[in-house]
């Protein structure tokens, strides 16, 4: 299999006075599939493939727009920002896949988002990012358990925790799990408007919306071709290895009001910035942490125990898209649950 992918931006840096560059790339692997997994050598033997649906080309409207994206960042001023043409192509014996689309990534304010689309919009992303309350600082006491209103920022990072214990390489949650909460969560690479908006993976596999977790309950994996666990579509990389693409939890039927009127004693956690999982427990850096009615508290970390996770008793019925990073995105809404705030 041939994989291909070219990418062409223009990247303009800095406010009053800035950098505007351009700057292109493009890369080739040829690669087969085997039964240790994929290689650079065709194997000695034919390999049994995995069931799966072939990919189809694509081409996003907003590559319409491309042309337009030098007189666009002349108009506007961040920190930085980057418009991306992406071209991908897979090539696996008489099927060949195109996709392309444009992909625009905004920071400002210290704050990264990406969306796929026309550039034009990068103006109404510039005024998300602007918004960030400020909160009077307090030194008040948080228990070592205590409720939490997580945002959706927050949220997301919480999901991206969840999917690294569903990889079908390696899973760490059984099918027959017990213990997790009433929640359906799924991996959705076909959000046209999010920046890992994806057609086909990077084995020519066909994406699709895929749940992982219905109602409480394991259902699938992140899979690939050589995956043991898990249906395909999720082979990410030139080696490809189980990986998302938007961790997505199912809304619930609160109001966001009502999840804060009906909590006490609660703390509510606006954003992150990165998060790692510690044996069984997922661990966010929080951008800030209020006590309603007291002011922001200075937390590093919020610890979530997997087995904690039952306690998540409340989600918002309004979600949102969130960046995590540079591959990977969340549609996540504002959940409650006991959380274990750590302040050294």
């Avoid at 800095?14 to 692997?29: D, I």
């Avoid at 108009?75 to 992406?86: D, G, N, T």
């Avoid at 008040?140 to 690294?164: C, H, Q, S």
Wanted: hydrophobic share 35%.
């Amino acid at each position: 299999m041939l994989l291909t992918v070219r990418e062409d931006s223009i990247v303009k840096e800095g406010t009053e006075s800035w950098v505007m560059y351009t700057r292109s790339s493009s890369t080739s692997v040829s690669r087969y599939l085997t039964e240790q997994g994929w290689s650079s050598l065709p194997p000695s033997k034919p390999v049994d493939i995995k069931s799966r649906e072939i990919c189809s080309s694509h081409r996003h409207p907003s590559v319409m727009s491309w042309e337009k994206a030098k007189t666009i960042l002349e108009r506007v001023k961040a920190q930085r920002i980057e418009i991306r043409r992406v071209r991908r192509e897979a090539q696996w014996d008489d099927v060949s896949c195109v996709e392309e689309k444009v992909v625009n990534f905004i920071t400002n304010n210290g704050r990264t988002f990406a969306f796929t689309g026309d550039p034009r919009d990068i103006p109404s992303v510039l005024e998300l990012l602007a918004q960030d309350q400020e909160f009077k600082k307090t030194n008040l006491w948080i228990p070592e358990r205590v409720t939490a209103l997580l945002d959706p920022e927050a949220t997301g990072y919480i999901l991206a925790g969840l999917m690294a214990f569903l990889k079908g390489d390696k899973p760490l949650l059984r099918q027959d799990e017990r213990g997790l909460p009433d929640i359906t969560i799924y991996d959705d690479p076909t959000i046209e408007y999010s920046h890992v908006f994806f057609t086909f993976d990077d084995e020519g596999t066909r994406t699709r919306r895929k749940e992982l977790i219905g109602n409480g309950q394991v259902v699938d994996y992140l899979g690939s071709l050589f995956s043991k666990y898990g249906s395909p579509g999720n082979g990410r990389g030139f080696y490809p290895v189980p990986d998302y693409y938007n961790a997505v939890l199912k809304t619930g039927d609160w109001q966001i009001q009502e999840m804060m009127e009906e909590s006490k004693d609660f703390i509510l956690v606006l954003g992150a910035s990165e998060y790692h999982v510690l044996r069984n427990s997922i661990r966010i850096r929080p951008r800030k942490v209020v006590v309603p009615g007291a002011g922001e508290v200075f937390v590093r970390e919020i610890a979530i125990p997997l087995p904690e996770m039952v306690t998540l008793d409340a989600v918002s019925r309004d979600s949102r898209l969130v960046y995590l990073d540079e591959n990977h995105g969340a549609l996540a809404p504002f959940i409650r649950l006991k959380v274990r705030p750590l302040l050294h």
